[in-house]
């Protein structure tokens, strides 16, 4: 076999997996790969404005196409890798398997040695910086050890817990001729997923005899149901067991609204059901979770604390008692997928059927959904700008099961997740663990390369709009049919309400002053883009049916004028998460608790309590 350059072998290997697009800003480090390109005929390169969005684009690629076909950013030395850094961290924090690859500089002008600062010109030690936040980073020096390096690096990103591998590629390094045939692969053990069956035989029978003696059992949904392809595997024992199923806010499309035991969202910003069913409980499953503290709220003992806590997780650090906020008493390595089909395959042994015996506990957690539904019919009245709370549902009500909705951050994702009603079918994502601005923007293209027949919404703040605005050239460039929806109030919404409740509203670096958005409508006009201004209540059903079925990329500024009420939410360190701020009448509450409350429930801490101003957000 004819010699081929190094970079063209790298290209053509993700092509080859099934990377049909890859997300590139254009440098000198990076050349040779880039122009790979233009000899690989099943991939292409699309040519982002800066790094970042390209970064949010291949999470939102990723998380579209599936575990095993990854996202592909490639970036330049020195500041274009650095640019790299948060969407990094994101796919590390949510478990997406991204592939950065960073062109560096000859490896002649390498420093020799890490107390020396620089040799070559925009030269950067890109490994260390991404160490903390990929799963490996690794300099290739070695043009042999190159397939090897692409194997390994793709099974790591791909197996067990997912996310994200920095490769860092010198310029003579993909310009070296290597031979195919000589190269050497990593031999795929797939050691990152050998579960123990015995451990798991013996969780599931544990399992099974609680769950016939509990009488509030729940099913937690995290992340890991889908990303280990799980999905259809927990409708069918959510069927079976007939049990309130509650999703964290990574599995919102896993388990749909629509879903008949879906039972409302949980944590710090709980919204429907105001977790209620989750702090009664007595057996508590919780499989593809990490358990985090906006789940649990601050006070952690207090979470679910009447319950049997039975944890099934792909992490083995997250399984360790010494690292649990929340101490589980059953813990079991294993991903969803097979922990799932195990359990179902028990189930089925014992030809075991409902008996019915906990009909009653799931009418009363679907119940409390319906009854505290934080959407209320007031919110749809006529008024002088937009409800978004009362947008978002009405939004959600005319997309279709078919359609992808991609959110940002802050308020506009609570608003979101308190809202949006998800449908079977459907894909609805953000970036929760890092949670960066601007990232709904980015991460929407990368789902429009990943789908591009599918008709993508993408909602974001004022705020997460400046952040990648740039992109509307690319979305120009490439005629990318994407629904961009600001949510502007004109403010940082969510740090806003943080800042009034903490310090009394006294800096106002949040908004008006020290922060006031630009006119998005004449920005979107500059680059060409189609547009639209929703200014008040009356107005907006009939115009979100008209940019829904608009065959062109468009802009939609929706007025939502200093809004940054986003309730019901945890009220306080110290407060547990079933007594959710705005309060419901004390008697109420009593009256919906099963299991005692905690000392002190009949005066909980108020937005003027000056001895407590602690919120729950981790902002």
């Known amino acids: 076999m004819a010699k081929i350059k190094l970079a063209d072998y790298v290209i053509k290997f993700y092509a080859n997996i099934g990377v049909d697009n890859m997300f590139v800003v254009y440098g000198a480090a990076n050349g040779d790969l880039i122009d790979a390109f233009t000899r690989i005929k099943n991939t292409n390169y699309v040519a982002v404005l800066h790094e970042q969005a390209g970064g949010f684009a291949a999470e939102g690629y990723a998380k579209i196409k599936g575990n095993k076909i990854p996202g592909v950013t490639i970036a330049t030395s020195g500041p274009g890798g650095m640019n790299l850094v948060t969407p990094a961290g994101n796919c590390f924090y949510d478990s997406v398997p991204v592939i950065f690859i960073t062109g560096q500089v000859n490896s002649q002008f390498l420093r020799p040695d890490e107390t020396?600062?620089?040799?070559?010109?925009?030269?950067?030690?890109?490994?260390?910086?991404?160490?903390?936040?990929?799963?490996?980073s690794k300099l290739i020096l070695d043009p042999n050890s190159i397939k090897y390096e692409l194997e390994y690096s793709l099974h790591l990103a791909t197996s067990g817990r997912p996310g994200p591998i920095l490769l860092d590629i010198p310029i003579d390094v993909q310009k070296t001729l290597i031979d195919e045939d000589e190269l050497v692969g990593y031999n795929d053990s797939d050691e990152l997923n050998n579960f123990d069956d015995n451990k798991i035989k013996k969780f599931i029978e544990k399992l099974y005899l609680d769950f016939k003696k509990s009488e509030r059992p729940v099913l937690l949904i995290g992340g890991g149901v889908r990303s280990s392809d799980g999905v259809d595997d927990l409708l069918n024992l959510g069927n079976i067991l007939k049990i309130p199923i509650y999703p964290t806010w990574n599995a919102l499309d896993t388990v749909t609204s629509d879903y008949e035991y879906y039972a409302g969202r949980v944590g710090t910003y709980g919204g429907s059901g105001r977790n209620f069913g989750i702090q009664n409980?007595?057996?508590?499953?919780?499989?593809?979770?990490?358990?985090?503290?906006?789940?649990?709220?601050?006070?952690?003992?207090?979470?679910?604390?009447?319950?049997?806590?039975?944890?099934?997780?792909?992490?083995?650090?997250?399984?360790?008692?010494?690292?649990?906020?929340?101490?589980?008493?059953?813990?079991?390595?294993?991903?969803?997928?097979?922990?799932?089909?195990?359990?179902?395959?028990?189930?089925?042994?014992?030809?075991?059927?409902?008996?019915?015996d906990k009909k009653k506990w799931t009418e009363k957690c679907i119940y409390w959904k319906k009854k505290y539904d934080p959407v209320k019919p007031e919110f749809f009245n006529k008024s002088n700008y937009v409800q978004p709370y009362a947008f978002i549902r009405k939004l959600s009500e005319k997309m279709t099961k078919n359609d992808i909705f991609v959110a940002d951050c802050g308020g506009n994702i609570v608003t979101c997740n308190h809202s949006f009603e998800t449908k079977k079918g459907q894909r609805?994502?953000?970036?929760?663990?890092?949670?960066?601005?601007?990232?709904?923007?980015?991460g929407a293209i990368g789902a429009y390369f990943a789908e591009p027949k599918k008709r993508i919404v993408c909602i974001t703040g004022d705020g997460g709009m400046n952040m990648n605005i740039q992109e509307l050239q690319t979305i120009k460039n490439y005629n990318i049919k994407i629904k961009t929806i600001i949510l502007n109030n004109h403010i940082y919404g969510i740090t806003k309400a943080f800042q009034e409740t903490n310090f009394e509203g006294r800096c106002e670096a949040c908004g008006p002053k020290g922060y006031s958005p630009p006119n998005f409508i004449n920005i979107a006009k500059a680059y060409g883009i189609k547009t639209m201004e929703i200014n008040n209540n009356s107005e907006f059903e009939e115009k979100i049916e008209e940019f829904l079925n608009i065959d062109e990329p468009i802009v939609v500024d929706v007025n939502c004028h200093d809004h940054h009420t986003y309730e019901p939410r945890i009220f306080g360190w110290k407060t547990p998460i079933e007594d959710m701020y705005p309060y419901i009448d004390r008697d109420e509450f009593k009256k919906n608790m099963i299991i005692e409350p905690i000392d002190g429930w009949e005066k909980p801490i108020m937005p003027n309590d000056n001895s407590k101003k602690i919120d729950s957000g981790e902002a």
């Open 116 to 136: 020396i600062r620089q040799v070559g010109f925009q030269e950067t030690d890109q490994c260390s910086i991404f160490k903390s936040i990929t799963k490996y």
């Open 281 to 356: 409980s007595d057996l508590l499953i919780s499989i593809g979770s990490r358990i985090s503290g906006r789940i649990t709220g601050g006070n952690v003992k207090t979470f679910a604390r009447a319950a049997k806590k039975y944890l099934v997780d792909i992490d083995k650090s997250n399984l360790k008692k010494d690292f649990q906020q929340v101490a589980f008493d059953e813990n079991l390595h294993c991903d969803a997928k097979t922990f799932l089909k195990k359990f179902l395959e028990y189930l089925k042994a014992l030809n075991f059927k409902n008996e019915d």
């Open 428 to 442: 609805y994502f953000t970036n929760n663990g890092n949670s960066p601005m601007g990232f709904s923007f980015s």
